[in-house]
């Protein structure tokens, strides 16, 4: 009983794929960092508008805007995102443009909200590229671009009202947005992109769910920042820093899947929180580091997850059914969070302990389905895919699988079909036939049957 639940833990965390630096394709560079620089410039505050309308306040009224543009595009055709992507980034300089002239007040206010629907527009372009056509390990490098931007946003130099950072950072992501756009129009990309799938059991759903809880803990960060001694941007920010550092240790070095980083997200937002409570400075410093740790991780996992969850489903739709919800986070959660929220003149932080504390708890109370719907699902993108099970029946019975038969041999005890696994692998059927009969004489076998009797149980 003991050993079976050790090897029931031990499965909860076993990886499915191998995630390496050498997966990185330079020739995508533009297309790792459109994401991410598209999510920094919209984040970006440059004013301090006093402006109010129905209650909610300018920062408030950016988030309604950029979660319009997601709900642009998820009725966008396909076939427009990528031109779309192109002109609303040429229409965000020249919004931006109009910023460094206009005089505070009503027209600047306006061209500013103009601004943040376009950019966030941009986003949601920039994060179907982020989904169909990036590996994992490209994504993880674009979320890591992203955090490294808000580490030393937080803990080295507050740049909000520096409009020269921004007009820097926009036309760095109008180079890379046409460097995009011609590498999908001379079909570099083109043959990656696969959205033709109902989507059906791939996960999506339940990974968008996660999204929305993250979503919301990630409100209960805005709200306790509302006083400049609620938490130290200094050690919110190295711990964001750490994250990072955190996260390749785990997903690159270690080989462990995602639920690692995920249990983290919400033990550290919830420890970072509890320690706040306290209210003393070792409290502020130490809780500041232990929740930008956690906050970080969270932003990191869920978007790599959500991507590797919609390009598993190979579902154009789920993708836009993903954009429909952040359009609903940005417009219902964050504006219940911030109507509720007015009515305190300060932070309420055992209000926010008490939110996070519900849902980590209800995340943790339904881990088990969690789990089996999507941390057991395959995350890998056709590279190697050998998993670490393979790894150990190779080295153990000194096969010598090639790298290919290692992949074949991994899906094949998955129940996938050698049709399939052609289509998966970017292979011909013949090739994987091929493979096929090698690998069977190398484990000294003649049928599927005999290759599930034989190492089922290994899995």
């Given amino acids: 009983m003991h050993n079976k639940i050790a090897l029931t833990v031990k499965n909860l965390f076993q990886t499915r794929d191998e995630l390496s630096f050498r997966n990185i394709r330079s020739a995508l560079f533009p297309a790792i960092l459109v994401f991410p620089v598209s999510v920094i410039l919209g984040n970006l505050r440059y004013y301090g508008h006093s402006i109010a309308l129905g209650g909610f306040a300018t920062n408030e009224l950016m988030f309604f805007m950029l979660g319009l543009g997601w709900l642009i595009l998820s009725i966008t055709p396909k076939r427009l995102i990528i031109p779309l992507l192109e002109i609303f980034a040429i229409l965000s300089a020249v919004l931006f443009s109009f910023l460094f002239f206009l005089p505070m007040g009503t027209w600047q206010f306006i061209v500013y909200m103009a601004f943040k629907f376009c950019i966030g527009l941009c986003a949601a372009c920039a994060f179907y590229i982020f989904c169909f056509v990036l590996n994992n390990v490209e994504r993880l490098f674009g979320m890591a671009v992203i955090q490294i931007y808000y580490g030393f946003y937080y803990a080295l130099w507050n740049i909000a009202g520096n409009t020269w950072i921004g007009a820097v950072l926009m036309a760095v992501f109008l180079g890379i947005v046409f460097l995009c756009g011609a590498g999908f129009k001379s079909n570099v990309n083109k043959n990656e992109i696969f959205t033709d799938s109902d989507g059906k059991g791939s996960g999506v759903h339940f990974v968008i769910g996660l999204g929305v809880v993250h979503y919301m803990i990630m409100c209960m960060s805005n709200y306790i920042e509302w006083s400049q001694n609620s938490v130290s941007s200094f050690a919110f920010g190295f711990g964001t820093v750490v994250s990072i550092v955190l996260v390749f240790i785990i997903q690159l070095l270690k080989g462990k899947n995602a639920l690692h980083i995920w249990l983290m997200f919400l033990t550290f937002s919830l420890l970072g929180l509890g320690v706040l409570l306290l209210d003393t400075p070792a409290a502020i410093s130490f809780g500041s580091f232990i929740y930008g740790l956690g906050d970080s991780l969270g932003y990191i996992i869920i978007c790599y997850m959500c991507a590797g969850a919609i390009k598993k489903s190979k579902s154009l739709g789920m993708f836009r059914i993903y954009c429909f919800v952040f359009f609903i986070q940005c417009f219902v959660i964050s504006g219940l969070f911030s109507f509720y929220f007015n009515y305190f003149d300060e932070p309420n932080k055992f209000l926010a302990f008490a939110v996070v504390l519900v849902l980590v708890s209800f995340c943790l109370l339904f881990m088990p389905l969690i789990q089996k719907r999507l941390f057991d699902a395959d995350w890998t993108d056709g590279l190697y895919l050998k ?49 096929q009969k090698n690998l069977y004489r190398k484990l000294g076998i003649q049928s599927i049957q005999e290759l599930f009797a034989k190492y089922a149980g290994a899995k």
């Fill in 387 to 435: 998993d670490v099970e393979t790894q150990k029946i190779n080295k153990k019975e000194k096969l010598n699988l090639t790298p290919r038969e290692q992949d074949i041999f991994t899906l094949l005890l998955k129940g996938m079909p050698p049709k399939e696994i052609a289509y998966s692998l970017k292979i011909s059927y013949e090739t994987v036939h091929h493979h």
